[in-house]
């Protein structure tokens, strides 16, 4: 066993205990997370149960969308209107990125897949956002005011080509 393992092991069976001693007694089985140099899982397992290895099939790194688009230079100048920066992968493909997130703008479109396409762009000011928004003029989009929601507040912003961004600002 690496001494990552171990630690981990260590750390886990703490916070088991701590969640044990709160739990009612009866209780047969508990969530057990395992972190190693291998990856994380999370299984469900008797209170007594060791933490035995386990592999993981796959352990992804990034997830980005392929958004269509119906006037590809109409959409180009959407999402760099909205502060993304644009690199031409291809004739038919742009990768456009700001921070952490990136995703594929294609020289294709499908309406049906398009309206029904939604995405969430997480921030940190929803205001900001708005404010950047309400700027983009000559660029067939719409969107909605700032809606306040249980969990935060969003605005529905619908992209050229009919894709719906959820701009979201989550309460802290």
């Known amino acids: 066993m690496s001494f990552?393992?171990?630690c981990a092991i260590k750390l886990i069976t703490k916070r088991l205990r701590e969640i044990h001693a709160a739990w009612h007694f009866g209780m047969r089985?508990?969530?057990?997370?395992?972190?190693?140099?291998?990856?994380?899982?999370?299984?469900?397992s008797p209170l007594n149960a060791a933490l035995t290895p386990q592999r993981t099939i796959m352990q992804p790194s990034d997830?980005?969308?392929?958004i269509p688009s119906k006037d590809h230079e109409e959409s180009q100048s959407f999402y760099k209107a909205l502060g993304f920066q644009m690199e031409p992968a291809s004739d038919d493909l742009t990768i456009f990125s700001k921070g952490p997130c990136t995703f594929f703008l294609q020289r294709f479109f499908n309406e049906e897949f398009a309206k029904n396409l939604m995405l969430q762009l997480i921030v940190s000011d929803i205001q900001e956002a708005f404010d950047v928004?309400?700027?983009?003029k000559g660029i067939d989009i719409r969107f909605e005011p700032i809606k306040s929601e249980p969990?935060?507040?969003?605005?529905?912003?619908?992209g050229p080509s009919g894709e719906l961004w959820r701009v979201t600002e989550f309460s802290s």
């Open 4 to 6: 990552i393992d171990k």
């Open 29 to 44: 089985r508990v969530l057990v997370v395992k972190v190693s140099a291998e990856g994380w899982f999370v299984r469900h």
């Open 63 to 66: 997830l980005r969308v392929f």
């Open 133 to 136: 928004i309400s700027k983009i």
């Open 151 to 158: 969990w935060g507040k969003v605005i529905y912003l619908w």
